[in-house]
């Protein structure tokens, strides 16, 4: 989908479909331009009662002029437009365009007044939804999937004045949207396909591409690092486990660099500790924490920031085998910790852990990782809010910032001592698992212990990175609020 930034007046503008408001019963300027040069037409529909007062109600209207449709767009008969309700509208007009065979569109909805917001934000709100909706996933059919996906090329109208900035925007846009449909794609693959060579492979290509610095650790290695719990997980599979590292130095060698670390699990059966049948497939979203590294270094250096980042990625597979770890087993991490794996299922933490000891030599100046740890995040939170959790305010407030600045929000959970007395073990330095009770803090809990080094948070994204049921399919989150995250750390020490 191509973008763009139209300076003419509405009226002059031709296209197959211009896109304008109606707030309360009145068209908005550019509408009522458009109105005055097609007879009125739109006016009359509005008198004839064809558009509900309902945000997000469409209409639309064919014309035969050199604008040959238009839709009109209800913003709702409440005053003031508030950014959920300017949502809404952009959503409902991104559905009625792909219904329609027009195969460009000019949007004039920068006309509508919401609260505090610019009109930068409301062109990044309109081509985020635009992409975000008209990605399909047919790799995996016999034949493409052929319903439209909305128009091949998308303007928005707006002053002369803001078209560079704009402009500007836009190209962010489509670096972020191409990055979240890199995790998308990563996380709808079937888990045949997307093992953890694939991810590997993956990383070399975007480092081709990007000019990233790709180094991936095989068995061999993680063996010399002493990464026993990782090769713990990984020992009962068939694939061989892969430390991706993957670096994209755009400011100098002093600037610290900010490191993700993504939970890469390309299948959790639970390993002895199996799971239940029912959606066991969906596990083969538990690399979606890999997934949206992979997306937000995709997304970073397209947009060429001046910014440090490291991507980590331990993977494998969680399987149940003649070699596959027990419950009872206790290993060594490369911390030295000892870990007494008292639940097979709860993988996503041992296989972190190791990743986690291993980005202290990058003296990281933050590290996130984000993860599809727990079920209970879902519990908690459902599939609005990921789960955040930091001992550090500073880091928490500004990561809640940038999930609610790039619609991908996150809430912040407690992380109090109290809750590591759940992981105490009679036989190692801890146990992998505490009881059912907080489950999603004593997960964080464990993790913090191998994040001593750093200024540290972890993203559960278990309940955000994909939708189930009719709509099955990954998000692309959190690659929005972490990329938002790494740019706001550009220039800073
Ligand atoms: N990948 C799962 C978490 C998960 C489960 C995410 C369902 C989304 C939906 C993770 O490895 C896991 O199995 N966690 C266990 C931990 C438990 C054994 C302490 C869980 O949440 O049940
Ligand atoms: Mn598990
Ligand atoms: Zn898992």
Redesign the pocket.
């Known amino acids: 989908m191509e973008f763009s930034i139209k300076t003419s007046t509405s009226e002059k503008t031709r296209t197959g479909c211009a896109v304008v408001a109606v707030i309360g019963a009145r068209l908005s300027p550019s509408g009522q331009a458009i109105d005055a040069a097609c007879g009125g037409q739109l006016a009359a529909a509005l008198k004839r009662g064809d558009l509900a007062a309902k945000a997000g109600a469409t209409l639309l209207v064919g014309t035969g002029s050199s604008i040959e449709r238009v839709l009109l767009v209800s913003a709702g008969d409440k005053a003031g437009v508030t950014e959920r309700i300017f949502g809404d509208m952009a959503r409902a007009v991104v559905r009625a365009l792909q219904g329609t065979g027009a195969r460009d569109a000019v949007s004039w909805l920068n006309d509508v007044e919401v609260k505090d917001r610019d009109a930068t934000w409301k062109v990044r709100t309109q081509a985020l939804m635009a992409r975000d909706m008209s990605y399909r996933f047919d790799r995996t059919k016999s034949k493409p999937d052929t319903t439209p996906r909305g128009p091949a090329a998308l303007a928005f109208g707006a002053d002369r004045t803001l078209n560079s900035a704009l402009t500007a925007e836009l190209r962010m846009v489509q670096a972020l949207s191409d990055g979240a449909d890199l995790a998308k794609d990563l996380g709808n693959l079937p888990p045949n396909l997307c093992t953890p060579a694939y991810l590997a492979d993956t990383a070399r290509k975007l480092g081709k591409q990007f000019g990233l610095k790709v180094e991936v650790l095989e068995r061999k290695q993680m063996e010399s690092l002493k990464m026993g719990a990782l090769l713990a997980v990984a020992q009962g599979s068939e694939l061989a486990p892969k430390l991706i590292v993957m670096r994209y130095d755009g400011a100098g060698a002093k600037q610290k660099p900010i490191a993700l670390v993504g939970k890469g699990?390309t299948f959790?059966t639970?390993g002895i500790?199996l799971?239940p049948a029912a959606d066991m497939d969906?596990?083969k979203y538990?690399m979606c924490g890999a997934a949206s590294v992979l997306g937000t270094m995709r997304a970073v250096a397209a947009m060429g920031a001046r910014v440090n980042l490291i991507g980590v990625i331990p993977t494998c597979e969680n399987m149940p085998s003649g070699r596959a770890t027990r419950p009872g087993d206790i290993v060594t991490t490369m911390s030295g910790q000892t870990v007494e794996i008292l639940?097979t299922?709860?993988?996503?933490r041992l296989i972190l852990c190791d990743a986690l000891t291993y980005v202290e030599r990058f003296k990281p100046a933050a590290v996130v990782d984000i993860a599809?740890?727990?079920?209970?995040c879902?519990v908690a939170l459902g599939h609005h809010l990921s789960g955040l959790f930091t001992t550090n305010d500073a880091l928490a407030a500004e990561l809640s910032a940038c999930g609610r600045e790039a619609a991908d929000p996150c809430w912040r959970m407690p992380l109090e001592d109290e809750y590591q007395d759940g992981l105490k073990s009679n036989f190692a330095d801890m146990a992998n698992?505490g009881g059912r009770a907080g489950?999603a803090v004593t997960?964080a809990c464990f993790l913090s212990r191998f994040t001593k080094a750093y200024d540290w948070a972890h993203l559960d994204i278990?309940g955000t990175a994909w939708r189930s049921g009719a709509a099955k399919g990954s998000s692309g989150r959190p690659v929005p609020l972490l990329t938002r995250f790494v740019l706001g750390r550009a220039g800073r020490n």
């Open positions: 699990i959790d639970g500790s799971k969906e596990m538990d639940n299922d709860a993988e996503g599809t740890l727990t079920g209970a879902v698992v489950g997960a278990a």
